[in-house]
């Protein structure tokens, strides 16, 4: 299963919307679909798991959404601090990542 | 509070063996349903898992690389090292440590803040 993520780089203001986009290749199961924020210097964070279910601590700007083989990550109203990139990530008989969303400051 | 911290040499020659090690603190590798994973992420590139340990021992390894690679716990230390031989200058990158939960959701909860190794001569 390859996971396909769009778009690679989304320039936004804080503020706004953040829509992004993780695509399988094959229908998976929704309780193996994650996504993680990456910072340059920190630990990465875990934001959903099982597709919609937001982690501990994670405000509830993000929610996450979809099933089958389209999956949806949304920050409602983007934070300066969210600016970093995001992967979605999925279980199948093994542990696989997509390539990735930057989103930027525009 | 859970933590994980990778640690090893920054710089390892080709064809030599690595060897990292994932310090955590916070829970118990013995713990039933926990794992902790190893992923790394070569510069510019996609994030790439490597290898798991279970709380029971048991292992998984990418089939790609599974004949390199070697992962084992020290549950008295708080510990999980990788080792992966005959080091190339494509596995250069940054490689992760990270716990989750093995049984339902199989997604990873906590992670190292990475360790950057590089394979030159």
């Known amino acids: 299963i390859v996971l396909a993520q769009s778009p690679g780089t989304l320039s936004l203001s804080p503020g706004e919307r953040a829509t992004l986009s993780c695509r399988a290749s094959q229908s998976i199961s929704s309780i193996y679909l994650a996504w993680y924020q990456f910072k340059p210097g920190q630990a990465p964070r875990l934001l959903v798991y099982g597709a ?3 982690a501990t601590g994670v405000p509830d700007r993000f929610s996450g959404s979809g ?6 990550l949304t920050i409602s109203r ?4 969210d600016f ?6 999925q279980y199948g008989s093994s542990w696989m990542f997509g390539p990735g969303t930057k989103v930027e400051i525009k | 509070q859970i933590t994980l911290k990778e640690s090893g040499p920054a710089l ?10 994932c310090t955590f603190s916070g829970f118990s590798l ?9 992923i790394r992420q070569p510069p510019g590139k996609a994030l790439e898992w490597l290898a798991l ?3 029971d021992d048991d292992k998984r390894y990418i089939p790609s690389l599974k004949s390199r690679l ?6 008295s230390k708080s510990q999980v090292v990788l080792t992966m031989t005959d080091m190339d200058h494509v596995d250069t990158g940054t490689y992760f440590c990270a716990l989750g939960e093995m049984i339902s959701v199989r997604s990873f909860d906590y992670w190292g803040q990475g360790t950057l190794v590089t394979v030159s001569s």
């Not at chain 1, 970093?84 to 990530?89: E, G, L």
């Not at chain 2, 013995?30 to 190893?38: A, E, R």
């Open chain 1, 67 to 72: 099933s089958g083989t389209d999956f949806t």
């Open chain 2, 30 to 38: 013995s713990t039933h349903g926990v794992g902790v994973g190893w």
């Open chain 2, 53 to 55: 340990i279970y709380w």
């Open chain 2, 12 to 21: 390892v020659k080709p064809t030599q063996t690595l060897t990292l090690t």
């Open chain 2, 70 to 75: 070697t992962v084992t716990r020290d549950t």
């Open chain 1, 52 to 54: 919609s279910n937001r």
């Open chain 1, 78 to 81: 983007l934070d300066p601090e």
């Open chain 1, 84 to 89: 970093a990139v995001y992967y979605c990530h």
